[in-house]
């Protein structure tokens, strides 16, 4: 395991680059050498030795500007709004939508009718909607996820492993050699063929714990269209972590 180096310290500072004044967060690690970029969803973050000059750094930021800039892009465009937890706002679900639609209740429930979300609260308060949405997406993951694991378990020739509904926000599903697959309730937001995807992916690796070509063979022998749906879950899986 690599050693990790000391934060000394972490400065927010601004670069120009192209016709644009970048922010980044400057970190200066002790026994680092070199310059190191990092892009993600909080921007720029640029870790270097302690004694580089700030104007040598930002030379070679500058040198790295179409990357940055494009990598920034990248990141601005999956960025999502906040979720609308107001009457009539869009709920995402199976790829598709549910209207939200609140009232004033008893105790906080959300039920589905039709294309609506219908969810009433003692107070209306957004955290009391917000509550009471969750809960209800995990209740229907339960029973969704629960007989397409059934139905493609089954068309793969596996055993049916035991399911269990995560909360997980940085990976949709995970296997393990007590065959317990575990997958993200949030993936009731994507389309159809992407949860397929995902479960079939975990369903290979009931017989390869490992991403070996054998275990993409598996993968390819049950989802041929495997390929293009990873990528499209790749690109589109910041929408489905809106909350």
Known sequence: MPRRLEVVSRDLRRVQLSSKEIDYV??????????????????????TSLAMPVASVEALVRESERWVLKKLAEWSARRVPPADWSDGARLPYLGGGLALRTG??????????????????????????RRAVIAWYKRAAAEYLSGRVDALAKQGGYARPHLIVSSAMGRWGSCNTRREVRLAWRLMKAPAELIDYVICHELAHLKHMNHSAAFWAEVERQCPQHRARRERLHATDHHYRSF
């Open 26 to 47: 400057l970190v200066r690690r002790r026994g680092r050498r070199g310059l190191g970029l990092k892009v993600d969803e909080e921007g720029l973050t640029v870790s």
């Open 104 to 129: 004033l209740g008893g105790r906080a429930h959300a039920e589905r009718s039709g294309d609506e979300l219908r969810v009433t609260t003692r107070d209306g308060s957004e955290a009391a909607i």
